[in-house]
Every structure is written in C-alpha cells, then in structure tokens.
C-alpha cells in the first residue's frame, strides 16, 4: 500500500501551489470555529450547505453537503419513456436547458442511428449558442454581485432577458423549453426570428464588450478574484473538471472542438483559454474571463449560422422524429459542451422497452463541485465567496 | 466498416490484457460505447494505475462513473468512461461488478479524485460499498435514510422522520 501511495503522488500533486494560501503557524491558530455557510445564503447559488472549519477569518477546510434539491431525475428516467425524459432534463440545468436537452438528445439518438435534418442541427445549434449567452451572462452577473458590484448584475439581466424572449418565441417557454426532441426540434423558427436574432447579435456586441470593461478592467473586482482559488491543470482534469473551468486552468479542452458532433466541426469558432496577460492561469478571474470571451464565441458562432442555414421551404423539424422511440440493446454515454462543462448521459437499453434501464447523468457542476474542499483549503471566507461564485453551480443540476 | 472509436479501443484493450491478462474480459466492440470487464475486482485499482500512468495510455480524466444494477445476474455493478484527454484521445469504458449483499469493489479516489464523489454517488444509489475510499457516507439522499433508490426491487418507506413518503 506504501508503494501505491508513493506513485499516487507522483503523478499527481495533492495539494495545488497557490501564494494566497494561508497556512496558520502553530502559536498563532487559536481556536476553530464551525461555520455554516448556507443553506440559505445568497452566494451558495441555491440550496448548498458549506459547514467550514474556521480559525478566525480563515477556513481550514470546507466541506460541502448537498441533496437538498435532489428529485430523482435517474428514478424518474427509468419509469419515464425516452421522450417523456426531456422535461425532466430541462429541469435539471434549468439556467440552460436548451443545451441540456441537447446532450440528451445527443446520446440517445446515438443508440438509434437516425439522420438529423440539416436544418435542424442548425436551428439546434442557434438555440444552444442563445442558451449559452444567457447562461453566462447569470454566471457573470452573479458573480459580480457576490464581490458587491450591483451594476453590471443589472446590465447582464436586462440583456439575458433579450434572449429568454427569442428563445420563448420560437419554443413557448421562457427557460424550461422541452424544444430540442430526439431526432428533431419542436417547432421550426417563426418568421421574422433570424432577422431578430441577428438584430441581437449586432445590438450585444458592444454590450459585451462594456460588460469587460465594467468587470475585467476593474480594480476591485480584479483584487477580489486574481489568484484566488488556484487550480493548476494536471489537478484540474484529475478531478474531472470540465468546461469554463478547465479552459481557466489553461487547458484547451472543448467538446465542440474534440467531439466535433452536430455542425461544430463547419463552424470557425475559437477554444478560449486565459493568456495569462489580466490574470494568474488557473485563479478564478481566468474562469470568469473564460466565460466572458466565450459569449463572444458564441455571437460568431450563431452569425454564421444564420448566414448559412438551409432554406426552411419545404422542411418539417419533426420528420426525423421515430413514432415510437425503442433504441437498439445497447449502452451509450454520449455528452455535450454545456455552459458549466460536459454533461453527459449514460444510457443503457434494453431493445424491448421504450424506457431506459438506466439512465445516469453526469453533471458537469457535481463534478466541478467535488474539488471545494481542495480550493478552500487556508482561504479567507469572503474569498470562499469568491470561489463557489467562480465555480458556477447551479444546484438543480448538482443534486439533479 | 469498424468505427474509428472501437480501433482506437483495441488498441487500448490489446495493452492492458497483455499486462493483465485474464483479469480482463474480451472488449466488447460495439460501436456506441466499447467497453470491458474486470472480471477479477480486486485488480480494478492496479488496472485503474496502470491505466492512468502507462506512457502508451495515459487515461488521465474521468468522464464518468455510474452504477448499475444486474438483478437477473444478482450483481451490482459500475460503469466508468475514461478518456485520455488531451495525450492520446482515447476513451474506453470499464465495468467491474461484485455481488448484490455486500459487495465490494476497490475505490479508485485517489487515482481519480473526481472518482470520490461518483463513488459516494453509487454507494448511496446502490449500496455496494467502495474499500479504500475516504469518506464513505450518502452524498443525495440524507444520512438515514432506508434502501438504496436505484436498485430495482427498492421499495421506498412509509415514514421519514413522520413524514409520509409516497404520495
């Protein structure tokens, strides 16, 4: 066992280097305090229960409790039919629903061999991008307003609203959408939608870039967030880390890009990653300038799209739907770049039922979660803000 | 034609049964998610090392970890995808299974630290146990509650705490 954990730390640094580190000598720690932060707190994101180990203003250790938002979305899935799983999944990321459903629709459209329309890539694709806007921009917004800026909180929410009335418009639901079904979309864009969607583009991306200078060129927030809650690469993808928060930690890792499913492959998009020229790669300033350069990404992803989108005459975005949904024997994990990480859907059929056997879903923000305790090691607790700010939960998704 | 996923897991596959031999089982080759099983558990920790730090696999990221449930076979059981990320681009998914009372399988936590959680996930879902593991407690559900939700024959109970469950 000795050699095994001489190789284990080998490869693997336990604890990630990090200057702010506070590291309590001996003579000065006095005594430990327990700290409940949550479950009702306002820069927890939801229903999470932080029970820190304190010694005056500094966190020994975190421990995160979770399940207070658990509804059984795997239990559900095996008594649901595969399409009766959608608004389910909608449920659990319900800041992106559109992209959640997406890598469901993905995974199990793996198992039954079926060709998707190219419109409907697209118009799944222009939804998704949409998604991934909006999502970011609470992110963003959130988390400025956990470090005490009100402003740019307000800026994010009056043009997040922009986009939940485009994406209510063309699918009836303001954030729960049930829009992208196995094998097709709901309903094909109304008239006039591009047109708007290309009107938002030209009008957000000057707000973009205010919303950088607001934020990114601020001192205080810089202060409050640049190296803060280190995580180098190699302790970064050990813990599974996925998404912005990988991409922050420098390592180019996309799924639209390594995958390549749907049309990402056509489009010309960038992997963003932290140059290391505003912030400390791996701190939490670099994941929110991930997210902040991502929005961009995706403005040109969606103008391309709309530039090259098949003509809808003559199109059905139902016509690839099967009547009923019964995948082949099989098992299948397929998995989709949301805005938190990849989500993924371990699917296991059966050939016989139309209900999956077992349906697991791996949450990005659970995972991403999971290295807390590692991140708060010997920080001040508004720091710990600063963190689980960086880190972008959305509870829904964590306790699923 | 063979999908370019299930090579890439031959290649995979052919490296580690050579060093393990029969402690693995044939791989599976379907196209959607090939995979293989340890078929003696207590190697899964040596196969899981082996995998993470061999030069010619490098299966540095965790993807995924579900358990599942075999009652036909009386088994339970988990699913890993692992995936070389960034070195190789390999993916290939691990199944290793134990019995359905008191089973047990290696924890590999502190291969994978992402491992931790999904462990903790899949004791709390199925109830088999993961040895080696930290920090074995309910990670969802709360600490006393009764059964194991995902198993297939679970039935919920009546009261938690005096509140009736099944509505």
Known sequence: MQELGKVEQASVRVTPDGENRIVIEKDLSSEEMILNMGPQHPSTHGVLRLECRTDGEVVIEAEPYLGYLHRCFEKHAEMTDYPGIVPYVDRMDYLAAMNSDFAYAIAVEKLLDIEIPRRVEFLRVIVA???????????????AIDLGAFTPFLFCFRDREHIMSLLEWTSGARMLYNYILIGGVAYDFPRGFVERTAEFVNYFRPKAVELQKLLTENEIFVKRTRGIGMMPADVAINYGWSGPMLRGSGVEWDLRRVDGYSIYPELDF?????????????????????????????????????DRMPSPEGFDPRAAIPKRIRPREGEVYGRAENPRGELGFYIQSDGKSTKPVRCKARSSCFVNLSAMKELSQGQLIPDLVAIIGSIDIVLGEVDR | MISPAVEKARVVWSVISEKFGDAVSPLDENPTMPFFEVTRPELWLDIALFMRDNPKLRFNYMACLSGVDYPE??????????????????????KVKCDREGGVIPSVSRVWKTADWHEREAYDMFGMTFSGHQDMRRILCPEDWEGFPLRKDYQVQENYHGIKVPY
């Open chain 1, 129 to 143: 991008e949409l998604n991934r806007i909006a999502s970011h921009l609470v992110a963003i917004g959130t988390y």
């Open chain 1, 270 to 306: 960038r992997v963003c990653v932290p140059d290391g020229r505003f912030s400390d790669i791996g701190d939490s300033l670099s994941r929110h300038l991930v997210r902040a350069m991502e929005m961009e990404e995706s403005l040109n992803i969606i103008e391309q799209c709309l």
């Open chain 2, 73 to 94: 076979e009386g088994k339970l059981g988990i699913v890993c995808n692992l995936e070389s990320l960034g070195e190789h681009g390999y993916t290939i998914a691990v």
